[in-house]
C-alpha cells in the first residue's frame, strides 16, 4: 500500500552536490525519492544522479527534455542506463518526438510528460501564440501525451481534476507547485497545499523550497506528512 511518504518528491534544488547529498542524508529515513533538476545537473553531471542512487533512492530526472526526436531518444537511453526512475519531456515537443522517448525507454524508467510550467499563466501563453486558456492547453498536450504512451503527466495542482475526469486512472499525475499553508509562492502562479491536492487526484506531489530552504527540512517533512496522512 502506498505511504504518504511514497507520494513525495523532494527537489534537490541546490547548486553543489555536497548540498544535495547532505538533504539525502537527512531526509533518508522519511522520503526515498528525490527530483534532480537542471540547476544540479548541470554542475555535477551524472555522477549526482550515481550519488543519489547509492544512498539507496529513487531519483527523478527533470531536465525536461525537448529536442529533435533522435536526440531525445539518446538521451532517454542514457537515463535509463543510468538507473533513474522518472524521466520529464516537453509534450510540446510534438508525437514524433514523445513516441521516439516512450520507444528509447528501458530498466522501468517512466516518461513523464509536462504540459504547461506551473510558473506560466495566459499572458504567457499569449506571448507564444496560443489562444487557449491554460486548462485546456494542458488537456490538449495531456491527451497527445496518455495517446503516445507517456506514463504520466506533469501539471500543475489546478489541472488535476479536469486530467482525472478525462483520464481516470490510465495515467500518473505528478504535481509540482505544492505551497504547504503558509509558505510563499516565489515565481509558482498555480500552487495548492499538498491536502488539497492529494485530495485532488495527485499521485505524486514534487516539493522544492518549502522543504529545502527551511532551517530544519526534516521537521518540515513531517509536518507535511502530516497533512497528507489526515
Not at 109 to 116: D, F, H
Amino acid at each position: 500500500m502506498t505511504t504518504p511518504a511514497d507520494r513525495i518528491i523532494v527537489a534537490l534544488d541546490v547548486a553543489t552536490k555536497k548540498e544535495a547529498l547532505a538533504l539525502v542524508d537527512q531526509l533518508r529515513k522519511q522520503i526515498s525519492f528525490f527530483k534532480i533538476g537542471l540547476q544540479l545537473y548541470t554542475t555535477e553531471g551524472p555522477e549526482i544522479v550515481r550519488a543519489v542512487l547509492s544512498a539507496g533512492a529513487k531519483v527523478f530526472l527533470d531536465l525536461k527534455l525537448h529536442d529533435i526526436p533522435n536526440t531525445v531518444a539518446r538521451a532517454v537511453e542514457s537515463a535509463s542506463n543510468l538507473g533513474v526512475h522518472m524521466l520529464t519531456i516537453h509534450l510540446s515537443g510534438g508525437s514524433e518526438m514523445i513516441r521516439a522517448a516512450t520507444a528509447a525507454r528501458t530498466n522501468n524508467l517512466s516518461i513523464l510528460g509536462v504540459t504547461v510550467l506551473t510558473s506560466a499563466m495566459e499572458q504567457t501563453l499569449r506571448e507564444i501564440g496560443i489562444a487557449d486558456k491554460v486548462e485546456d492547453q494542458v488537456l490538449r498536450l495531456a491527451k497527445l501525451g496518455v495517446e503516445t504512451g507517456i506514463d504520466g503527466i506533469v501539471t500543475s495542482p489546478h489541472e488535476i481534476n479536469t486530467l482525472r475526469r478525462e483520464f481516470g486512472d490510465k495515467t500518473k499525475i505528478v504535481v509540482p507547485g505544492i505551497r504547504p499553508c503558509g509558505s510563499e509562492s516565489a515565481d509558482q502562479k498555480r500552487v495548492m497545499t499538498p491536502r488539497q491536492a492529494i485530495h485532488a487526484g495527485a499521485d505524486y506531489l514534487v516539493i522544492g523550497r518549502p522543504i529545502i530552504a527551511h532551517s530544519r527540512p526534516d521537521e518540515a517533512v513531517t509536518k507535511i506528512l502530516e497533512e497528507v496522512g489526515d
